[in-house]
């Protein structure tokens, strides 16, 4: 037999029951045999975005489906061909390698995308972002819902959410792990983002780039005190990150990455990505557990119970007059 052009794509990707992961690399019959087993879904939502000298500019989909991957790898959930281009603030426009597309159009995106997810017999979809577009992705969902009529659970995440605990111990001199500390908060392609995606594809690091340019600072238009920074893991913070224009990368940043990237490890970016992955395969047991294939809690309104206290029709005029 011969080998297949693309080890990335022509090759089966299978859990550990040996079923295929990717729903792109099934045939019907295992769409609809899976379905039946478990019809939960992952649905990956990157970017293609600069990250520096030293880091892919896919950082933040390799990331996200990375975990998505290992997260199905242990339950048996299918993972959706990930999306590879994401809406970014203002802020990040203009860098080369940087590929923004609107909101609206990721909206309807990735709406049309759960749609027929939901079509295909997955009534459970887990949206997983790993990328700054948190504040975009739960407006999909309610169009997938209001619009589109989807009637299914659906779910929006980002893979910090998974860790906040550990990702608010940087900068205080706490471990998140015996002998491992975070030292600096977590903001964009930083020593957090680059040790996960160390971790996660250490091939795709240039080390030699990342030890002698790794280090470049921060520019706040508001002092941190108000503002949160990425991942918005302390509530205590007046604005979230999303919610305050920034100093423009292409200016203040041209290199492409923020804070002191130089300060990334391998062994850090294991123990947030373990966490997440081990704290996500938990809720989705429950979740198998809770709403077994088949079984999906109401999550939608009838649009024609919209029309409260509305006649179906309107009285016929009281007269009328034809000619001829």
């Known amino acids: 037999m011969s080998s297949p052009l693309s080890e990335r794509f022509g090759k089966p990707?299978?859990?550990?029951?040996?079923?295929?992961?990717?729903?792109?690399?099934m045939t019907l019959k295992?769409?609809?045999?899976?379905?039946r087993e478990c019809d939960i879904v992952i649905l990956p939502v990157g970017s293609t975005e600069a990250h520096g000298p030293f880091a892919p500019v896919g950082e933040d989909t390799i990331i996200g489906a990375s975990i998505a991957e290992r997260v199905a790898y242990e339950t048996g959930v299918t993972v959706a061909p990930p999306i590879f281009y994401g809406s970014h603030p203002s802020h990040h426009y203009g860098l080369r390698g940087t590929i923004p597309v609107r909101a609206t159009t990721l909206i309807e995106y990735v709406s049309d995308v759960i749609k027929w997810l939901a079509n295909a017999g997955f009534?459970?979809?887990?949206?997983?972002?790993?990328?700054?577009?948190?504040?975009v992705l739960p407006i999909a969902k309610d169009v997938a819902i209001l619009e589109k009529e989807v009637h299914a659970l659906i779910m929006v995440t980002s893979w910090w959410m998974w860790v906040q605990d550990l990702l608010r111990k940087a900068g205080?001199?706490?471990?998140?792990a015996p002998g491992v500390k975070l030292e600096t908060p977590f903001v964009h392609a930083d020593e957090v983002e680059t040790s996960v995606t160390w971790y996660v594809a250490p091939d795709l690091v240039d080390r030699e780039s990342l030890r002698k340019e790794g280090k470049w600072g921060i520019v706040r238009v508001l002092p941190s005190r108000w503002v949160n920074a990425a991942g918005n893991v302390f509530p205590d913070k007046a604005f979230n990150w999303y919610d305050v224009s920034h100093a423009p990368e292409l200016y203040y940043y041209p290199k492409g990455f923020v804070g002191w990237p130089c300060k990334a490890d391998p062994k850090k970016g294991k123990v947030l990505v373990d966490t997440a992955i081990a704290r996500m395969i938990e809720f989705i047991e429950w979740l198998k557990s809770a709403y077994p294939p088949g079984v999906v809690p109401?999550?939608?309104?009838n649009p024609k119970d919209f029309n409260f206290n509305k006649p179906e029709r309107g009285?016929?005029?009281?007269e009328k007059i034809f000619e001829g």
């Open 13 to 25: 990707v299978l859990n550990k029951f040996g079923k295929k992961i990717y729903l792109d690399q």
């Open 30 to 35: 295992e769409i609809d045999e899976r379905v």
């Open 123 to 135: 009534k459970k979809i887990i949206v997983l972002n790993s990328h700054g577009q948190e504040y």
């Open 172 to 176: 205080s001199g706490e471990e998140i």
């Open 298 to 301: 109401q999550t939608w309104v």
């Open 315 to 318: 009285a016929e005029p009281p």
